[in-house]
């Protein structure tokens, strides 16, 4: 099956075209991706029918209507249906072949993306799955010659399972295709905190741990994220400029901040008609990287989160830098990073372009959180809307 093509929101005609095709061209990782809400609608709706699974449209297009999300509770819910048509190993072997081929064709060499077992438990055993994840991997690989590794997230609705989460990550580990545990899904009534122990143990055994935090709440879910979780990457975290400490303490951390502006868009973290808080936060020194979240779900693809950008005013070593940030914040050893700035260095000398913006590999920090360029001019301060969840 081939990818689906996704109407992207309309920002490519705001940006050069010498610019736009770089960043097209522009080897690149990501690491804020979810496999489930990387499935298109098509692919969905195709399996579903192939399940036997109801979907709440009568059509295709009835069914891509429900991508127009109201607010994060809905998005919740549709993410949730979808997941229910995703039943056979085949399914999952699809689905992740499918994303490295979406990948691929953006030139993304590398992507560590989050698997939700919660929302899987009941339809196959956990070695189905994990072995399904691994063919498609494999199969995926070797025909587009993208590579990804998986972060297994707690669903907070379900906080009853995150044992049984562990323990499918802590197997998948074993298996080579799981590097990570992460949470995600509502902030609101599920802090980090309720979380604290299963952390732990991950920590112990050998898993990165992660969090997606100050999206839909404020400061105290980042707080609990860095503090109760240890976690060594936020995903978002857009709300921490709500805490002049915790953005100084994120600074000093050099945390990696997984940033996702369409998503945020939305979803109503953002208004639509303000520029994304990513320039406030890099001007400021945090870490940041760029990912697209759930692209089909998002009408983008991280390709469009660069253009987004652009069209806000960033200028190529901005962008150049938000790569490379992105590409230092992944959790491959050292040797694989070492042959991705090889590339990434190729890449700027068969271009022609000056990297005038390098990482820093000194100390246990090889990056640097990328500075105000010259040309950018200071804006006022950003309005992060939030999000009320019942």
């Not at 953006?106 to 956990?126: M, V």
């Not at 260095?345 to 105000?372: I, M, Y």
């Amino acid at each position: 099956m081939m990818a689906t093509e996704i109407m992207y929101s309309n920002v490519s005609g705001q940006v050069d075209q010498t610019l736009a095709n770089r960043l097209q061209a522009m080897p690149k990782v990501e690491i804020h991706i979810h496999l489930e809400g990387a499935t298109d609608a098509q692919t969905i709706y195709q399996m579903a029918q192939c399940n036997n699974f109801s979907l709440p449209a009568a059509s295709l297009e009835e069914w891509k209507l429900f991508y127009e999300f109201r607010d994060f509770n809905h998005f919740v819910e549709v993410y949730a249906i979808a997941s229910r048509c995703m039943q056979t190993p085949e399914d999952f072997a699809l689905m992740t072949e499918q994303f490295l081929q979406n990948q691929s064709q953006q030139n993304i060499r590398y992507s560590e993306a989050y698997f939700s077992p919660a929302l899987h438990f009941g339809k196959l055993t956990d070695e189905e799955i994990l072995n399904a994840l691994m063919v498609g991997a494999a199969t995926g690989e070797a025909k587009y010659g993208s590579r990804v590794k998986f972060i297994v997230d707690i669903s907070r609705q379900y906080p009853h399972l995150q044992t049984k989460v562990l323990e499918f990550a802590l197997q998948g580990k074993e298996k080579g295709i799981v590097i990570g545990l992460g949470i995600g899904g509502p902030e609101v009534g599920y802090p980090p905190e309720n979380y604290t122990k299963t952390f732990a143990q991950a920590r112990t055994q050998g898993l990165r741990v992660v969090a997606h935090a100050g999206e839909t709440e404020g400061r105290s879910s980042i707080w609990g994220a860095i503090n109760s979780l240890q976690a060594e990457r936020i995903g978002h975290g857009v709300r921490c400029l709500e805490d002049a400490s915790l953005v100084t303490k994120l600074c000093q951390k050099q945390t990696p901040l997984e940033v996702s502006p369409q998503s945020n868009y939305c979803l109503g973290v953002v208004k639509r008609d303000e520029p994304h808080p990513i320039r406030q936060m890099i001007n400021v020194g945090l870490l940041c990287t760029l990912n697209s979240d759930d692209p089909p779900m998002f009408s983008t693809n991280l390709n469009n989160e660069y253009l987004t950008l652009a069209a806000q005013g960033f200028s190529w070593e901005e962008l150049w830098q938000l790569n490379l940030n992105t590409l230092e914040a992944t959790f491959l050893p050292e040797t694989e990073k070492s042959v991705y700035r090889t590339q990434w260095q190729a890449f700027l000398q068969n271009t022609g372009v000056v990297d005038t913006l390098r990482s820093d590999h000194q100390g246990d920090r090889p990056w640097r959180a990328l500075r105000a360029i010259a040309h950018a001019t200071r804006k006022p301060n950003y309005r992060v809307t939030s999000i009320n969840i019942p």
